[in-house]
């Protein structure tokens, strides 16, 4: 075998051990997806921004465990809300959020303003965990963060598939596990995976 071929594999065995195990800046493991997308199973590098319109840096809620979900106004399981607001109360003095994400991909079922989701949400079911600005988690202009979430390999990967989807992530800004809309804030599933998380350092 003449040099030249064996430099050509070594190259090619380099760079395909590389794109398959690379850690980022942050030395969060990351890989290489069957369809070629590197994927990170960290969302701290990521910013959004609250339903007034300001940024936040996801890094800023490290040392905590997050429950990310996608919300709507006028959907069958808006209801949600109240055992979210259950658990936030129950949970947030050891360190846990709730990080709400309302969407219009599903149903037409969050149409209103920021300004008039925040006002339902208070009027209707006291709610006060955090709200974010108005996304999309469908196609081509979905969130950087929901691109990142449903493209964890931690987690069941593919699209959102309907409002009060949720995410849990670690005290490290890890994505750890995802629930279907149909998983109720306060079934015995998300209750002991989210005090599994708080109980980890």
């Known amino acids: 075998m003449n040099k030249v071929l064996i430099t050509a594999l070594i190259t090619i065995s380099t760079l395909s051990s590389y794109a398959f195990n690379c850690a980022d800046k942050n030395n969060n493991l990351t890989y ?108 081509e202009e979905k969130s950087p963060l929901y691109a990142r979430l449903i493209n964890s390999s931690t987690t069941e990967q593919g699209d959102i598939k309907w409002n009060f989807e949720k995410f849990l992530i670690n005290k490290s800004g890890k994505i750890v596990a995802r629930f279907g809309s149909g998983v109720t804030p306060e079934s015995e599933e998300l209750t002991s995976a989210i005090e599994e998380a708080l109980e980890k350092k």
């Not at 969407?103 to 969050?110: A, I, M, S």
């Open 32 to 139: 290489q997806s069957k369809h070629g997308a590197v994927m990170n199973d960290s969302i701290s590098d990521i910013s959004v921004k609250d339903i007034n319109g300001n940024d936040v840096q996801l890094s800023e809620f490290e040392g905590k465990v997050l429950l990310i979900v996608n919300v709507a106004s006028k959907c069958g399981y808006t209801p949600q809300y109240e055992g979210l607001e259950r658990i936030y109360k129950k949970y947030k003095e050891s360190r846990f959020e709730i990080l709400a994400f309302p969407c219009n991909d599903f149903g037409g079922q969050e149409p209103g303003s920021n300004e008039e989701i925040k006002n339902f949400c208070s009027l209707n079911y006291n709610v006060t965990f955090p709200l974010f600005d108005k996304i999309k988690v469908l196609g």
